[in-house]
């Protein structure tokens, strides 16, 4: 499904009301990255991650925490920029710069932004790109480019 679940989240003024990172094992992961990431909202749980077979972001919809039971999950509540953000509604979903080149070399995404706030409400703008194995979170400066 990818980028229509952000999409329809946006489009329900879903609020973020926590981030967590998948941690794998024997892994120098970050805040800023890691093997994915799970989204939680008000009105459900999307997962970003690394499709480390197609060199792409893989995004999925996450039914219940007891999906993702076996997986170790560790909280970014405090965490750049995700505690600025717990609570603001999501308000845009997209690939890269409106679309244009966010496919990687095996067709999927390899760079979606999210928008929390409305443009006129101090907006703030989170990519998830992803890179060599890995899924990158950094935030986009208005009118700042990020390198891609």
């Not at 926590?18 to 939680?40: I, N, P, Y």
Request: net charge negative; no cysteine.
């Amino acid at each position: 499904m990818g980028i229509e679940l952000l999409e329809r989240a946006a489009e329900a003024g879903g609020r973020l009301l926590r981030v967590e990172r998948l941690v794998a094992s024997g892994s120098a992961d970050s805040a800023g990255r890691g093997a994915g990431f799970l989204l939680t909202f008000d009105v459900g749980r999307v997962l970003v991650a690394a499709d480390r077979v197609h060199e792409s972001l893989m995004i999925r919809h996450v039914d219940s925490a007891e999906a993702l039971s076996a997986i170790r999950l560790m909280p970014l509540d405090e965490e750049e920029p995700w505690w600025r953000l717990a609570g603001q509604p999501l308000t845009g979903a997209w690939l890269r710069s409106e679309g244009e080149g966010a496919a990687s070399g095996a067709g999927g995404e390899s760079h979606v932004r999210l928008q929390f706030r409305e443009p006129d409400q101090n907006p703030k703008r989170i990519a998830f790109l992803y890179e060599q194995g890995s899924v990158r979170v950094i935030e986009v400066q208005e009118g700042v480019t990020d390198g891609g």
